[in-house]
C-alpha cells in the first residue's frame, strides 16, 4: 500500500485509437468508444467519471475515425484535446504520443472502452513519485495480463498465461510517472508485431527492484 498524498489536479490520457473490430457491425461507422449507451457515447461517461475524480484535462488518443472522436470533443465541451496515433503500433505507442501532453508531470492512463468506479480513480490522483498498476482478482486469470507482486510491489506482467501464475489481473487503469516514456523508448516490438505498455511497466518494476 501507498500512503496517499494530498491529491492534486492531474492530465488524464485516454486510449481511444483502436478500431474496436470485436464490436462489429457496432463500429462500423464510430470508434467504439463512442458507441452509444443510454443515449450517449460510451466515452461520456468515461470522462465524467474521470472529472468527478478530479481530474481536469483530458488528452484522448485517437485513430481509427479520429474526426468523430473530435466531434465529440467539440459537442460535449469537455476540456480535452486530440492526440492523434497515426499507426496502430500498440499500447506503448499510443502512450508515447502523450509526451507533449503530460510533459513534465504525473498522469493517468486508461482504456477508453473501461468505465471505472469514481473511488478507485480518486485512489489513483495522487501526487508522489512512484508508479501504479491497478489489479483486479478473476477466476480465468489465463485470458488476461497477470500481475506478479511480492508485497505491493510488481515483479512482472505476463501476458495470458498458459501456465497458473496468479489471479491478479491487469485493470487497464495505470498512474505514471514520466520515466515511463524512457521505458517506453527501450522494449522492442512483441511478438505480434506491437509496442506493449506492459512490457514498459515491466522494464520499470525491473529497474525499482
Not at 28 to 36: G, I, R, S, W
Not at 55 to 65: H, L, P, Q, R, V
Not at 90 to 119: C, W
Amino acid at each position: 500500500m501507498f500512503t496517499k498524498k494530498e491529491q492534486q489536479d492531474m492530465k488524464a490520457v485516454i486510449m481511444a485509437a483502436g478500431k474496436g473490430t470485436r464490436m462489429l457491425p457496432l463500429t462500423e461507422k464510430v470508434p467504439k468508444v463512442l458507441v452509444e449507451v443510454d443515449g450517449k457515447p460510451f466515452l461520456y461517461y468515461v470522462l465524467k467519471s474521470l472529472e468527478k475524480a478530479g481530474f481536469d484535462e483530458f488528452g484522448i488518443i485517437a485513430g481509427y475515425m479520429k474526426e468523430k472522436v473530435q466531434d465529440f470533443i467539440d459537442r460535449y465541451g469537455f476540456n480535452a484535446v486530440l492526440i492523434e496515433q497515426k499507426q496502430q503500433l500498440g499500447t506503448a505507442d499510443a502512450v508515447k504520443q502523450a509526451r507533449s501532453f503530460t510533459e513534465d508531470e504525473n498522469f493517468v492512463v486508461i482504456g477508453g472502452d473501461n468505465l471505472f468506479d469514481v473511488s478507485d480513480l480518486k485512489s489513483f490522483n495522487v501526487d508522489d513519485d512512484l508508479n501504479y498498476v491497478a489489479g483486479l482478482k478473476v477466476s480465468d486469470p489465463e485470458k488476461y495480463g497477470v500481475l506478479v507482486v511480492e508485497g505491493s510491489s510488481l515483479v512482472r506482467i505476463y501476458e495470458k498465461p498458459k501456465e497458473f501464475v496468479g489471479n491478479l489481473i491487469n485493470a487497464g487503469l495505470y498512474k505514471f510517472t514520466p520515466e515511463i516514456y524512457n521505458a517506453i523508448s527501450n522494449i522492442s516490438k512483441s511478438p505480434r508485431g506491437e509496442f506493449e505498455l506492459t512490457d514498459a511497466i515491466t522494464l520499470l518494476a525491473d529497474e525499482a527492484r
